[in-house]
C-alpha cells in the first residue's frame, strides 16, 4: 500500500512538473525575439518571467489582489510583408503571492496572443498554482478575445490580477 501511495505521488510530481515547464518554455518562447521578426514580444518594463514550478498537489486559495502598481507599455514590430503587430503590457498587480504582469500581441484589431510576463513566485505552491492556471487563462483569453473571461477554480487571486492586468492591456490598444 505504502509503495503504491509513494508511486502515485511520484507520477502526480511528474505531472505538475511536466505543466510547469510547458507553461514556461510557452513563455520564454514569447519573450524572446524570433528570426526575421525584430522586436517581437519581449519582457516590457523590465520585468522577469513566469516561474517553473515543482512539487506536488495544490489546492485553491481565494481573495482578492492587494494593489497594483507599474504602468502600461507598448511597442510595434513588423516582419517583412506581414501587418503591423503592436504589444501592450498590462500593469504590474501586486497580491500576496506575489505579482501579476501580463502582454497582449495585437495584429488587426484582435488578440493574436498572451504572455504572462510575471506570475505569483512567492512559494512553491503559489509557482504551481500559477504554471496551471496561465495556459487556462491565456486560451480563454483567445477565445474570448476580452479580459471577460471564468477565474480559474484554484487560482482565484492568480486568475484575478491576471484579468485585471490584462484589462489594462486591453485598455492601452483600445480593445
Do not use: C, F
Not at 36 to 52: H, K
Request: aromatic share 2%; no cysteine.
Amino acid at each position: 500500500m505504502r509503495k503504491r501511495a509513494a508511486l502515485s505521488a511520484s507520477v502526480a510530481s511528474l505531472g505538475i512538473l511536466a505543466i510547469g515547464w510547458q507553461a514556461g518554455a510557452h513563455a520564454l518562447e514569447a519573450a524572446q525575439p524570433t528570426a526575421g521578426t525584430p522586436g517581437t514580444a519581449g519582457a516590457a518594463n523590465g520585468t522577469g518571467s513566469t516561474a517553473a514550478a515543482s512539487g506536488s498537489g495544490a489546492s485553491g486559495a481565494s481573495g482578492g489582489a492587494s494593489g497594483t502598481s507599474g504602468s502600461s507599455g507598448s511597442g510595434t514590430s513588423q516582419a517583412a510583408g506581414s501587418q503591423p503587430q503592436n504589444t501592450y503590457a498590462g500593469q504590474t498587480v501586486s497580491t500576496r503571492y506575489g505579482d501579476v504582469q501580463v502582454q497582449i500581441t495585437v495584429r488587426n484589431g484582435k488578440i493574436t496572443d498572451v504572455a504572462a510576463l510575471h506570475l505569483t513566485d512567492a512559494e512553491r505552491r503559489s509557482q504551481m498554482i500559477s504554471a496551471t492556471a496561465a495556459p487556462i487563462l491565456r486560451s480563454e483569453v483567445l477565445q474570448a478575445q476580452s479580459a471577460n473571461v471564468q477565474t480559474v477554480s484554484g487560482a482565484t487571486i492568480t486568475s484575478d490580477a491576471y484579468l485585471q492586468s490584462l484589462q489594462a492591456a486591453l485598455d492601452a490598444a483600445h480593445l
